[in-house]
């Protein structure tokens, strides 16, 4: 993919979450009790559709080998919200003669059965975290943590379409250390929002 072929599926993905993603002017109750939010992202409305997940998933490599410089990795992330990315990526993947394994994390692990926290088959590659949000919930927090439990190496790079953030110098997650940087597609600043 070339910068133009980027900008454009950057811009009509943008205005796909402007238009579709974010529930704006409608009280709904906060995390804390008694607060309240007026605005939320909903990126599900994006990643069940095939144009915006294709899109996602596009811009997904070509961010991720602009920042590393490589594809030596796996990706995995906390269920649900990154499931749509795990099945995605790799088969865009694919598509474009990269050959990408994905698994997922449980929030919760089983009380039954295998009683395992990670869903698929990981190798031996260090895990590149994906998820639609961050800086908004400990998410990618929880599921470095569970690789680490799991003595599944991460790597110090995570992706996720929007950080929840106004700084577009912002590359971190307020949940994990510093040193884990974040690539994101966007920010607040992109739709006109402030934390």
């Not at 993905?13 to 709904?28: A, E, G, H, P, S």
């Amino acid at each position: 993919m070339n910068e133009k072929s980027y900008n454009e599926l950057h811009q009509w993905t943008k205005q796909y979450i402007d238009d579709l993603c974010i529930v704006r002017n409608t009280r709904m109750p906060g995390k804390i009790p008694g607060t309240s939010y007026s605005w939320i992202f909903y990126l599900r409305r994006g990643l069940f559709n095939h144009q915006f997940l294709s899109a996602i998933s596009q811009m997904f490599y070509y961010q991720v080998s602009k920042h590393l410089g490589h594809l030596n990795f796996q990706i995995a992330g906390l269920e649900t919200a990154s499931t749509p990315l795990l099945a995605g990526i790799p088969l865009i993947g694919r598509a474009l003669g990269h050959d990408i394994n994905a698994f997922s994390i449980r929030k919760e692990r089983k009380q039954y059965g295998l009683r395992n926290w990670i869903e698929g088959l990981p190798n031996d590659l260090p895990v590149l975290l994906v998820d639609d949000l961050c800086n908004s919930s400990d998410s990618l927090y929880t599921a470095r943590a569970i690789c680490e439990q799991e003595r599944i190496q991460c790597c110090d790079t995570c992706f996720v379409i929007v950080n929840k953030t106004n700084d577009e110098q912002n590359v971190t997650d307020k949940y994990m250390d510093t040193n884990i940087r974040i690539i994101s597609l966007f920010n607040l600043s992109d739709f006109g929002l402030t934390n």
